[in-house]
Each structure stands twice: as C-alpha cells, then as structure tokens.
C-alpha cells in the first residue's frame, strides 16, 4: 500500500470520527465534544428536562461558563500547586476505595452484619495487652499468660511446670527484658504473678470466676470499676474479630481466645436478646450547671419533682416541656428527640426509656450525669428491613476491620488476574545485609545495591526488585530493641507485596473503569473553579476591607433597619405574682432583685425575656407601641402565664451600621464581584456553539 493510499484511509478515520462525535461548542478556542457535553448534562438535570430543547440550550451557556473557568484556573497554574495536588490526590484515595476491595466479600460481610444486629449480646472479658506488631516471642508470652488465666477460670490450675515455663517466657519477653536489665522488676512481678497466684484468685473470686479473676489479671484499664463486665452490644459495637467471637459462643460458656489489634481476649456470654428497636420519646429536662455544686444539684431534684407533679395533676407534657424544659434544641417541639437505638445514649436514660410499655407512658424522673429528665414514649420500631439498612451498614463495614476481609480477597484475585509471581530466595538474600543497624534505625537502603537488583515481585508489565523493597524497609525502620531480623524482615515483607498488589491495581483503575475516570475529573474540575472563586470572589470580599465599606456607602439604603421596640417581658404563672412584679416595678427594683425574690419559694414562678422586636414582629409589642410600662395584664394561653411587660425604648428606622449588615453586605459585594469577574472570562475566553450539533443532543 502506498503513502496516498494511507493517508486516503487516515483522513477518512478522522472524518468518521468526527462524525460520531463532534465539536459541540469552543471555549477560548478549545473544542468540547458532544459525548462528554452529553454526558454532563444527563448527569445534572433531571430525567423530566433532559430532551428538552431550552433546558439543552441553557445548560450549553452554563457549561461553556464552567469550562471559562476551568481554563481560567489552568491558565493561572492552579492545577500545579501543590496543595491542589494534595487535595485530589485525598479524594482519589476515598474514591478508588470501594474499587479496591472484594464487592462479594464486602456483601456477604453486609449480610452477616444486619443478621447479628437482630440480636444483643451481655458478655465480660479479658484483656493481655499485645501490638499486631509485637515480635513473636511476645506475643508467645502474652498467648500463653491468657492460655493459663483462661484454663484456671474453667478449673485447671497451671502446674509448676506451667508456671517455670512462662517464667522463661516473660523474663525473656522485650519490655521485661529491658526492665530487668534496669534492676527494675515491677513489670515482671505484675506479670508473673498473674500467672503464679491463679489458684489464689480462683479461691476467692466467687460465683463468677472470671469477673473474680478479671480485675488480678486483665490489662483493661476499666476492669477495676466493671471487672470486666461491657453491658449489652451489638454488632458492629465492638471490633470484628470479639465480635465473631461473641456471637459464636454459647450464653454462659466461655470463648476460646481472641486476637485483635488490641491483643489477646477471652470472653464469657451471659445473655442473648433480641434487638431492643429504636425508640422516639420526648424528655423534660433539668439540666446540673456546670461544675454544679451539691445544692444545685439539690435544686434540680426539686424542680424536676414540682414538674413531675404538674404531669401527675393532669398537664400535658408537651406544654410542661415547652415552658420549663432546660432542653431548648427540643423544648419548642415539646420535647420529643430524635429516635435512638441502644447505646446511643446514657445508659440510666435508656434503661427506663425501653423500659416503658406502651406509647404516651411517662417516667418517673431520672438522673444522668447530665441533668435530671422525666421521659415519655411516643412510638417504638423494631429493626428496619435489610434494603432499608443496606447503605448504613455498608458505610460501617468501610469503617470496620471487617474491611480487611474484602482487602485480602481483592488481593488474591489480583494475584491470579496479573499472573503475580514472586522469588523468595531473592527476597532472602537481603536478610544477609540487614544487621544491627537496621534495629538502630540507622540502616541505608543503598546497602542492597550491591545484590543487583534481582526480581522478587513480577505483575502484568511490572516488575520490582530487591532496591524497590530495601527502600520499604528503610521507610518502616524505627529503633526497636534487639530481636531476631528474619521474623521481622518477613513480616515487612508481606506488607510490602500486599502494598505493591494494591498499588498495581489501583493504578489500573482509570482505564479499567470509566466511570471512576469521569467522576475523578469532575472532583479536579470541581476543586479548581472552588479554589478560583475564593481567590476572585469569597476571600477577596471578605478581606478587602476597604472595598467593602466604598461599598457599604454607595448602597446602605438597602440595608435599614425599621421601626424597633426593646421589651422587656415578666412570664407569671399566677396573677397574683404578675401584681407582685407590678409594684417592683413601681418601686424601681432591679430585674435581678425582682426575680429573686418571686423566685425564693419556687424556681417555676417568673422567667424573663429582654427581646427587641421590629414593628410586625410581635403582636404585644405592636399593640403597645410606647415606652414604659404596659397597663395591663396580658394573658398567654399558650403557656398558660400572665405577662407584665415593659417597653424599655422605642428606636427609630435608621440604616444599619456596616457590622450589623456585614453578612448581607458581604454576600452583596462578593455578588458585584462575581458579576465583574463573569464579564472578564467572557471577554477573554469568546463562546461559539453550533446550534446544529446542540439540536441533536438528546
């Protein structure tokens, strides 16, 4: 074939092309083509506009303003500072997140999840304290103490040989090790001792062994207020590998023992229910002040029983709520809180909240560290159905060790899918150069030059040698105490090669998956105009102090205030107390003084508010618009009190001051700013759309 022929066949590849997707419309010059126009309006308009030809043509003059300032942020570099980079590289990671683990893992962890959440578990526990990082002979040692603790709560003492053989073990353990060097023996005693002293604590721990035992032996700081005892749980309360266990053992046995990132666990099962329901109740509340006192305290009991004896007399607890409630985020609403599940809020409050029967029972009043509160159950749900919960519990999972699981099946589909091949006899050579200095932290990576770089990992096209993971392992180093280096190395190992897998495949997914392509690209777009409008419009209002009070000047007629009224008003709960208040007032008293006097015998007597009003705001003020006292009672039905009120001072229309307008100044400015700055990108980045190739966008 020659040069004309192919040439002939190039031109005629590009014609096609063309074709299929052409050029929608230039911005400063810059073709954008109908696929990714199309693209972006159906993804922002909803399925009754898409088709439509005005919602077509105006959402073309929205998108050729968004490229502007695409371009405008290019032009100006924006897309190479560092920060920027950053910022992105932050929202790929949350991106790429659910690309990187196993989809069918990760449901089958959903399932198993929403099926333990029908039930809650009442266990206690034992905790050795013991890092995933730990070396083996720790770990040993740490294993082998809960081993002995655990045989002891079932019955069986260790022996003395049991007990010389963990001798060795915690004397050689890396902490005690290094303490006994130090002529400092106290770890080892509290350690040893655990272990030689069972048959002690087994003798006097009672009914229940291990909460007997637990406060001698576990390394959980709040054994000593709970001997180990964590309530009722659920799933997803705890981290996977207790939970697993906790659901798998039978109520009144006792577990084999747990390792998590926390260490080493037994725990005993004492009771199984079904899921408690979510509950929707209302509360009044006496709230202690802060760091309150005794008497305080004392005062809170006796309002809160004043309030529970209103309820008694036949009140209703909404309007209880609304007056006296210190819970002002609920008290407008009557009370009533957002639905809770277990464990969401003090535990006192919750056991009288499910305690409660039926809808509309009430409590007696009940005290939490917070305050003192009467409740009142309005509905009760049980469990939601699993689609209903799907996305709530997908979004734990992601938070949850659980995750892990989806990680390691991802890794070995990976491994299979790249044909990943690996030589442990290289990897094994570096053990030979790798020496004290290396536990120092003052080990170089360059030490591996001299091996030649041999494969240890090959993937698809890549390949990484013996240099790639010696500059792992010098990333990892820390100075650590003297140890065996091959236990070590291997463990960095693995966490190297599973880092590789994951990075190997995570550089794929651009070109494996369009759709992470696109919505990564929104994100970058989005961050450059976010950081471009600060730049031209947000922060520059707000700092441009001098521009905003030019501003301010030329426009402050818009920004007035209208005719005000400062009240001051006295909410009686009797007339009796409103002509107590009356001839205070007469007689010149303070508000203060006038409240504490009413107030001597109950606190629920008189409450006052200072509130200035614009005309139209408030029908009180409005119908005595005069300063000085208002003549008459007035009667509020819907607190059922009398109210004295005082017209303090009656203030004229007049424009607001700079800093009373700030924020409507502020927006308003920022508002011109954009204006001025929208007409600039227009100027120099010209717009031509083809009306043709718009009329085929559907």
């Known amino acids: 074939m020659n040069k004309i022929s192919i040439a002939v066949l190039l031109l005629a590849s590009v014609i096609s092309t063309h074709a299929q997707d052409p050029v929608v419309m230039t911005v400063g010059g810059k073709p954008v083509l109908k696929s990714e126009f199309e693209s972006v309006y159906h993804k922002n308009n909803s399925k009754n506009t898409t088709g439509d030809a005005k919602s077509i043509r105006d959402y073309a003059d929205l998108f ?72 083996p002979k720790d770990t040993l040692e740490c294993w082998t103490r809960l081993n002995l603790i655990r045989n002891a709560i079932l019955g069986k003492m260790p022996t003395s040989a049991q007990i010389a053989e963990y001798d060795k073990l915690v004397k050689n353990s890396t902490m005690v090790k290094s303490e006994l060097v130090k002529k400092d023996s106290a770890l080892y005693k509290s350690k040893f001792n655990s272990v030689k002293n069972l048959a002690e604590y087994y003798k006097n721990a009672g009914a229940d062994k291990l909460q007997g035992i637990a406060p001698k032996t576990s390394d959980d700081a709040s054994v000593v207020d709970n001997k180990g005892d964590l309530g009722y749980f659920s799933a997803m309360d705890m981290v996977y590998p207790f939970e697993v266990a906790a659901y798998n053992t039978k109520v009144g046995e006792l577990s084999p023992i747990i390792h998590t990132k926390y260490g080493y666990h037994i725990l005993k099962v004492y009771d199984k229910r079904a899921n408690r329901g979510e509950l929707t109740c209302s509360h009044i509340m006496i709230k202690f002040p802060k760091d309150a006192t005794q008497a305080d305290k004392d005062n809170a009991k006796i309002k809160i029983n004043e309030l529970a004896s209103k309820l008694k007399a036949g009140e209703k607890f909404e309007e209880v709520a609304r007056m006296f409630s210190d819970d002002k985020q609920t008290s407008d609403r009557g009370g009533q809180l957002a639905p809770f599940k277990g464990g969401r809020l003090p535990k006192e409050f919750e056991d009288v909240a499910f305690a409660l029967k039926a809808n509309n029972d009430i409590s007696e009043p009940v005290a939490t560290q917070y305050g003192w509160h009467i409740i009142k159950r309005n509905d009760k749900k049980e469990m939601a159905p699993f689609v209903d919960m799907k996305n709530e519990l997908k979004a734990k999972v992601a938070r949850d060790g659980r995750s892990q699981m989806g990680r390691v099946a991802l890794i070995a589909r990976i491994k299979k899918e790249s044909n990943f091949k690996e030589n442990l006899k290289n990897r094994d050579e570096i053990i030979k150069i790798l020496d004290s200095t290396y536990l120092g932290a003052t080990w170089k990576a360059t030490s591996a030059d001299k091996l030649g770089n041999k494969e240890l990992v090959s993937m698809g096209d890549k390949k990484y040698g013996q240099t790639d993971f010696a500059k792992y392992l010098e990333q990892q180093m820390m100075f650590r105490s003297k140890t065996e280096l091959k236990p070590l190395m291997d463990q960095l190992y693995t966490q190297w090669a599973n880092e590789v897998i994951i990075s190997y495949e995570d550089a794929q997914l651009e070109n494996k998956f369009i759709d992470f ?160 700055w929208i007409a600039y990108l227009k100027n120099k980045y010209p717009v031509k759309i083809d009306d043709k190739v718009i009329a085929t966008v559907k």
């Not at 989809?103 to 009442?122: C, D, F, G, H």
């Not at 300063?627 to 005082?646: C, M, P, S, T, Y």
């Open 64 to 135: 050729s303003l968004f490229k502007m300032k695409v371009l405008e942020s290019e032009s100006m570099g924006l897309d190479t500072v560092s920060t920027f980079k950053q910022e992105l590289s932050g929202y790929r990671k949350q991106l790429s997140a659910p690309y990187l683990t196993d989809k069918n893992t990760n449901e089958s962890l959903l399932t198993e999840a929403y099926e333990r959440m029908k039930w809650e578990i009442k266990a206690s526990h034992i905790l050795i304290r013991c890092g995933e990082s730990e070396f």
């Open 517 to 676: 392509k696109n919505l990564l690209k929104e994100y970058r777009d989005g961050i450059l105009l976010f950081d471009l409008t600060d730049q031209k419009v947000w922060s520059k209002a707000v700092k441009d102090t001098s521009g905003i009070k030019v501003f301010y000047e030329k426009n402050k007629t818009n920004y007035m205030w209208g005719e005000r009224a400062e009240l001051t008003t006295y909410k009686c709960a009797t007339e009796k107390i409103s002509a107590e208040v009356r001839k205070m007032l007469a007689a010149k008293k303070s508000q203060k003084e006038i409240v504490e006097v009413i107030n001597k015998m109950s606190q629920l007597n008189l409450s006052v508010e200072n509130i200035t009003y614009l005309k139209g705001e408030n029908k009180n003020a409005d119908a005595n618009w005069k300063q000085g006292i208002v003549a008459k009672d007035i009667k509020d039905d819907k607190e059922n009190k009398f109210l004295v009120i005082v017209v303090d001072k009656i203030l004229p229309a007049a424009p607001k001051t700079i800093y009373e307008a700030k924020g409507l100044v502020t927006a308003d400015f920022q508002n011109n700013l954009e204006k001025e």
